[in-house]
């Protein structure tokens, strides 16, 4: 299995953007489906987007139209591009292969109103 460090969390204002980025280390990452997900305190984790090998994605309804997944292969990195945020963003984001549930420590994103 992959293993992934988070980054780039941070405090923003409501209507700001943020790109979260994780870089995984391992053999399988160009061929494995990857996900970002996140938790917010007291609920339970969220599956917010994935994207295939091969550069396919998905998105949940909850961020449609605001979030944005991508990956470089090379660096072995998948990024989420989040617009438009707001306070109900608020949560700890990690990324994870799909279905497998390795992910890492995950990175704070607060969205102040």
């Known amino acids: 299995q992959e293993q992934f460090v988070e980054s780039g969390g941070g405090l923003v204002q409501r209507g700001g953007s943020l790109r979260v980025s994780c870089v995984a280390s391992?053999?399988?990452?160009?061929?494995?489906?990857i996900g970002w997900y996140r938790q917010a305190l007291g609920k339970q984790r969220e599956f917010l987007a994935g994207i295939t090998g091969g550069g396919i994605t998905n998105y949940a309804a909850s961020v449609q139209g605001r979030f944005t997944i991508s990956r470089d292969n090379a660096k072995k990195m998948v990024y989420l591009q989040m617009n438009n945020l707001q306070p109900e963003d608020t949560a700890v984001y990690s990324c994870?292969?799909?279905?497998?549930?390795?992910w890492g420590p995950g990175t704070q994103v607060t969205v102040s109103s």
């Open positions: 391992g053999s399988a990452f160009s061929t494995s489906a």
């Open positions: 994870a292969q799909v279905g497998a549930r390795n």
